[in-house]
């Protein structure tokens, strides 16, 4: 796969909306809107196309001169309370379901129970770009406080008729508890919308209730539908039944890149049920049970034509022979800074140092594979399935079939997680292929091995760093070059004179995109791994040497709580252990991590303990937040320690957990997480960012503790033992 | 050639206290039938190799990869998937446990995760930490939650023992 990836790393982002918009406002939508949520109240959100833009809602063509409008977002108060907000955000894990009720609750008044989030339904909620870049917090959050408090003021008009006061005594009025009061009579939501079809639209901005003030957000509320998980009850895409569905499967190529040169499919179309059939170079089959679909898999015979594929032995010469053009020291979407002079700043210099830095491609594995269930029924296309783009996919499938994106709806049910590795949507046009061959509704669920082996990587990357630094510990020189692995934190917090920062895009021997705090954690853990060293080259303590290099007040914040709350300069650590510290910022949230390691001299290393500290602006739910900082911090633990995808000859050599170690319940240690509370400042994403700093505050801790100093990702197979 | 028909079928399994009808290839995976057939869907395909536990399900109360198993061993051994740990509406002190530590996040390991640790305080109900790792160690969570399913099935474990009426 040496051509450009569709998606690519940090450049998905960069995809233009569809012009798709469903519109309230018109008179036929309205009504259909009504039948099919029934009567009440609906509130639309109407963002310009600037905001939408910045926002992930896409952009329209300006027409007539007008700035466009479109809707972000809306939100439906029924006859009796309920309350239903659509989103075209996608649940994977994070727990957003939760928080968007908050912040809808918070604003409404009314209890986060009552409210229901219809999400990711291209045919029943607002358009979205997708789940991802930790945007759903700072932008759906704030925008659906927004439809909320609409919704309140609303409701607070049709309450002021009700009790026929005039509009200089609306303020006696108390919305509360899903009620509103007037001189100690009650009335529901509900009550108020009783028989109506009313559509408010709200565009201006709102005054929202401050942080240190909320009721509702920032607190700890429980998953909004956790019972559903908890007794097996809730329906992933891949737990989807259709009446007379059958079970795909795909025959994929001996190796990447390889074309068939001949197939036959006689033996497998004669098992009993079957439909195989081939399409161009795709050969699918659907059979009514997985265990004839395997076997009918295994009786296809196909001959191979393939070609030199790159091995995981040669990743790194590989990377650094087939830099692109592109990228470089400008800035703009590849990052990059280009301040003093390199060759200055070296040269005054007391101690220069230059390292290389590797990080391997690694697999999301998220534990539900890749799935969905495709139907079939007059020309429209429907799909279940687990993404984090469903209007994204459903783009896909209108391609790929030709259809106007009217005539297909993707539907995502809470997905079995994705961590970035579920942007794209061959999975939906597979099965939609099988089903429209089959005649039948299609179910296609991944394997492991094919999710290990036909999804897409996070990518590999070779990162050069070469500095200087005073021997007083002030740096002065920093040329940091990232080869493949992407622009995310390529920028130093650290105060230097001198600078140049550039990444250099390269031809990918794997397909590669997104994957949770996409290169941050590459240039994360190149970047400190290196200030380790030199604050070690001129005989300082790691963290005075960062402090001494450090202006950025909301960073040395979080250094600060998470050395205090590990005990950094408390105690001497004991014989075989060492610990290290690391720093980083991403996407507006800031984050400090410690990790204590230990190290029995056979090789064996032990992670004994983490403590880190985050923060990002106000805390909207610090039960889930704190869940999500001890899951990037255990997810980043397999990074570092033991994931690698290993390849040869168009294969992967590991496709399944038994030959790809993740984290399990013995490689994990206690975690201590200190959240900074800043309600002063907006709330930022927290799905990515505390992932960037474990790696590189294990492998400073190996080097306290054994002497050895290590500087590729994973760090355990390639250094101790 | 290759053909599911040529195996010979099973008509009946118990599962969740319920002796269901059916007519499976006994060649077929207990994993395939209760999802599928019986429409059981808690119980989730991760990997297809017994490295990730989320299909678990008990055979007379032993913890059991329904991915690994197929119809016809199953014989007359009992089958409780997650969707029979909840009793007459009440959530086993297990699933409360988890929904207070907050002991999940996509969930998609939770069934497994759940119907292991049920199986674990029915054969030990005073696990140390050591105990529970290593009952549980070939469970895996992607989104990372283990140290709050440890501190749920310690949770779960008090409960258990002095039980609030």
Redesign the interface.
């Known amino acids: 796969m040496n051509e450009i990836a569709l998606f690519e790393p940090e450049r998905y982002e960069l995809s233009a909306a569809p012009l798709y918009q469903f519109d309230l406002t018109l008179e036929l939508n309205r009504r259909r809107f009504f039948e099919v949520v029934g009567c009440g109240l609906a509130v639309l959100l109407l963002v310009e196309s600037d905001e939408a833009q910045e926002s992930g809602f896409g952009r329209r063509g300006f027409r007539g001169g007008q700035r466009p409008m479109q809707i972000g977002a809306w939100l439906h108060v029924a006859e009796d309370d309920a309350v239903t907000v659509f989103t075209g955000k996608a649940e994977v894990g994070q727990n957003i379901r939760t928080s968007l009720a908050q912040a809808v609750a918070e604003e409404l008044r009314t209890p986060v129970q009552k409210v229901r989030m219809l999400m990711a339904d291209t045919e029943r909620t607002p358009f979205d770009m997708g789940t991802f870049g930790s945007r759903s917090t700072p932008d759906m959050g704030r925008q659906l406080a927004r439809v909320g408090a609409a919704a309140r003021e609303a409701l607070l008009d049709l309450a002021a008729e009700h009790f026929a006061i005039a509009a200089a005594d609306r303020g006696r009025l108390q919305a509360a508890d899903g009620k509103i009061t007037h001189a100690g009579t009650a009335i529901g939501y509900g009550q108020l919308t009783k028989g109506q079809q009313l559509v408010k639209s709200v565009a201006a901005e709102l005054a929202l209730v401050p942080a240190d003030k909320w009721a509702v957000a920032g607190m700890s509320v429980s998953k909004v539908d956790g019972r559903e998980f908890v007794t097996g009850r809730h329906k992933y895409a891949s737990d989807i039944s259709r009446p007379g569905m059958l079970y795909g499967k795909v025959f994929r190529p001996a190796a990447f890149e390889a074309t068939l040169e001949s197939l036959d499919l006689g033996d497998a179309q004669a098992v009993e049920g079957v439909v195989a059939f081939r399409d161009g170079d795709f050969v699918g089959l659907a059979a009514p049970d997985e265990l004839t679909a395997e076997r009918a898999l295994e009786a296809i015979h196909a001959t191979w034509k393939t070609k030199p594929q790159p091995s995981s032995e040669e990743l790194f010469a590989y990377l650094r022979d087939n830099t692109s053009q592109g990228g470089g020291g400008g800035g703009g979407r590849f990052g990059g800074r280009n301040v003093g002079s390199i060759e200055d700043g070296l040269a005054a210099a007391d101690h220069q140092l230059k390292q290389t830095y590797t990080v391997a491609y690694i697999a999301h594995a998220p534990l539900e594979p890749r799935a969905a269930v495709a139907e079939w029924a007059d020309g429209r296309l429907t799909v279940w399935t687990g993404t984090q783009r469903p209007f994204g996919v459903r783009g896909e499938l209108a391609q790929a079939f030709g259809l106007a994106e009217d005539r297909v709806r993707v539907i995502v049910p809470d997905t079995g997680s994705g961590y970035g590795g579920k942007h794209s949507g061959e999975m939906a046009v597979e099965a939609a292929r099988i089903a429209r061959a089959a005649g039948k509704p299609v179910k296609l669920v991944w394997t492991r091995e094919e999710e290990f082996t036909w999804a897409y990587f996070r990518p590999a990357g070779v990162i050069d760093v070469a500095s200087g630094v005073r021997k007083d510990g002030t740096l002065i020189a920093w040329e940091f070059t990232n080869y493949n692995s992407g622009g995310s934190s390529i920028n130093s917090p650290y105060e230097v004179p001198n600078q140049r920062i550039a990444f250099r895009p390269t031809k990918s021997p794997l397909r590669q995109g997104s994957y949770r705090a996409l290169a941050a954690t590459a240039n994360t853990f190149a970047r400190e791994t290196h200030i380790d060293e030199l604050a070690g080259a001129v005989g300082m303590d790691p963290l005075e040497f960062r402090r001494a290099n450090l202006k950025d007040d909301r960073l040395r914040a979080v250094m600060e709580a998470a050395a205090d709350a590990f005990g950094w300069g408390a105690r001497k650590d004991e014989a075989g252990h060492g610990r290290g510290i690391a720093i980083g910022t991403e996407k507006g949230s800031y984050v400090a991590t410690c990790a204590e390691v230990r190290a029995n001299g056979n090789g064996a290393l032990q992670v004994v303990r983490v403590a880190a500290a985050f923060e990002c602006g106000a805390v909207v739910n610090p039960l889930h937040l704190k869940n999500q900082v001890e899951g990037a911090i255990v997810m980043g633990l397999g990074g570092a320690l033991h994931e690698e995808i290993k390849f040869a000859d168009g294969r992967i050599s590991n496709p399944a957990f038994s030959g790809y170690r993740v984290p399990r319940f013995r490689d994990v240690p206690p975690i201590e997480v200190v959240l900074v509370n800043r309600q002063d400042l907006p709330s930022a994403g927290a799905g990515e960012t505390p992932i960037i700093a474990i790696a590189p505050a294990i492998g400073n801790a190996i080097f306290a503790a054994t002497g050895t100093r290590l500087r590729s990702l994973p760090l355990v197979p390639k250094g101790l033992g | ?5 040529s195996n010979s079928n099973v008509t009946e399994l118990n599962v969740n206290g319920e002796s269901r009808r059916l007519d ?2 006994g ?3 207990l994993l ?1 039938v209760l ?2 057939d019986l ?11 017994g ?2 536990g ?1 299909c678990t399900v008990l055979l007379d109360g032993v913890p059991t990869r329904a991915c690994l198993t197929s119809l016809e061993e199953v014989g007359a051994r009992k089958v409780t ?3 029979g ?2 009793s007459n509406g009440k ?1 086993h002190p297990v ?1 409360e446990a ?3 530590a ?1 002991a ?8 497994g995760m ?1 119907v292991a640790g049920v199986a674990l305080l029915r054969t030990n109900p005073m696990p140390s930490e050591a105990e ?2 290593h009952a ?15 501190a749920a099935i310690q949770l779960a474990a008090e409960r258990l023992r002095s039980p609030t009426p």
């Open positions: 050639m290759p053909n599911s028909n499976a290839n060649q077929r995976t395939s999802r599928d429409e059981l869907t808690g119980t989730k395909y991760g990997c297809g190799e490295q990730c989320a998937t997650i969707e740990i909840e959530l699933q988890f929904l207070e907050d999940l996040q996509c969930g998609y390991c939770t069934s759940i529970i790792v549980m160690n070939g469970n895996l969570c992607r989104c990372g939650t283990y140290r709050r399913i440890l």
